[in-house]
């Protein structure tokens, strides 16, 4: 028998600014633009994705599962389903792959997963929504002419909790060796996906915080099993001369924070730059 599935959206939106409806194509509404998943190894749940034609004309959908990956500047990279390491493509089932969208008409696709039985951790995949160009149907048309994402994530309880990440630091002097580069790149080694937030401060030689700079977006991003995610930022306005000690923290929602650091030197003057990281 079954497990019983949790069926609602939870978390938020992980890679989206937003999680509500979004225009996505001339005409097409499509909300959410994520499904999260819950639901015990062996079990199934079902999220529903609402479609909305505000144009004057039909739309023709065509819908197939797909993989992404996100790299280590946090950009999102569509791949083929079943590539991607951790892929649950294999688990959606879909109430249907083929949909019309009469001029100003709103419905629900139902999206269902089945979960492995031996399921730990987080699995991700996409639902790809290729709005079809002008024809009599699907099947007459010439091809896609825009493509709608949908992420689709699962999170059941790791088998071990990992290793929390350890940040590495490093100062990059560019052309402006006043504006230093701060480096951050932290591995996530675990099964489970770590909703962080972060920051760096910057120490004068008196051990004063003299500058602080969120890390991703307003201070938070995401680690997903088994990646590795650099972020980059720059201290401004610029530092006065001086030695700074720069320290990261992290905060992955574990039991203590995780803190790397390097030292930068500001120059007097722009033609003797300095910088040293160490881990």
């Not at 023709?60 to 493509?89: H, K, M, Q, W, Y």
């Not at 730990?120 to 002008?134: Q, V």
């Amino acid at each position: 028998m079954r497990a019983a599935g949790i069926v609602g959206i939870i978390g938020g939106a992980l890679l989206c600014g937003g999680n509500g409806a979004v225009p996505a194509a001339a005409g097409l509404l499509v909300s959410p633009r994520e499904l999260h998943f819950r639901a015990l190894p062996g079990g199934q749940a079902t999220l529903t994705i609402l479609l909305n034609n505000r144009g004057h004309l039909p739309i023709f959908l065509a819908i197939t599962t797909a993989d992404f990956r996100l790299n280590r500047d946090g950009a999102l990279e569509s791949v083929e389903a079943g590539s991607a390491p951790r892929s649950c493509a294999g688990w959606i089932r879909l109430e249907s792959d083929r949909l019309v969208l009469a001029s100003r008409q709103e419905r629900t696709l139902r999206v269902s997963i089945d979960v492995p039985p031996d399921a730990r951790g987080a699995h991700w995949a996409e639902l790809a929504l290729a709005e079809i160009r002008e024809g009599t149907g699907p099947d007459s048309a010439s091809g896609p002419s825009q493509v709608v994402r949908v992420r689709v994530f699962h999170e059941s309880p790791p088998s071990s909790p990992g290793p929390p990440p350890r940040p590495r630091l490093e100062a990059r002097v560019g052309e402006d060796p006043l504006l230093p580069e701060l480096l951050v790149e932290l591995e996530n080694s675990g099964e489970a996906i770590l909703r962080c937030t972060g920051r760096i401060e910057l120490r004068d030689a008196r051990g004063m915080v003299a500058r602080k700079v969120l890390l991703g977006t307003e201070g938070r991003f995401v680690l997903f099993p088994g990646g590795v995610r650099r972020l980059a930022v720059l201290p401004a306005p610029p530092l006065e001369p001086g030695e700074y000690t720069a320290v990261a923290f992290v905060d992955y929602g574990g039991r203590h924070r995780v803190a790397g650091e390097t030292r930068i030197r500001i120059p007097a003057e722009s033609s003797s730059p300095g910088g040293s990281g160490s881990p």
